[in-house]
């Protein structure tokens, strides 16, 4: 039976994959993509501007957004570096 590595080597894993450039690309993207999904409905809902959820909706954009160009960055910089230094 495989040993379950402790809580140190679970960091030092989670370190490693985030120098990884496709890896970061990937989750980007992913991210960018779920809050699209979420930005939708949320731009949908009636009475937008008379209640809380209009600040919602611009936490939605500003994730999507940010989230899209991280991605666009990691995928520049995957294409013109590689998965090296």
């Known amino acids: 039976m495989a040993r379950r590595p402790g809580g140190l ?11 990884d450039r ?3 690309r990937r989750v980007n993207g992913w991210l960018a993509v779920f809050w699209a999904v979420w930005f939708v409905p ?3 809902l009636k009475r937008l ?6 600040i919602a909706v611009y936490s939605i954009w500003a994730n999507l957004i940010s989230h899209y ?3 666009l960055t ?7 570096g590689g998965n090296g230094g």
């Open 9 to 19: 080597e679970l960091i030092r894993r989670i370190a490693g994959r985030l120098q």
């Open 22 to 24: 496709e890896f970061i």
């Open 42 to 44: 949320a731009v949908a």
């Open 49 to 54: 501007r008379e209640s809380l959820l209009l």
């Open 69 to 71: 160009t991280a991605w």
């Open 74 to 80: 990691a995928r520049v910089d995957v294409h013109v």
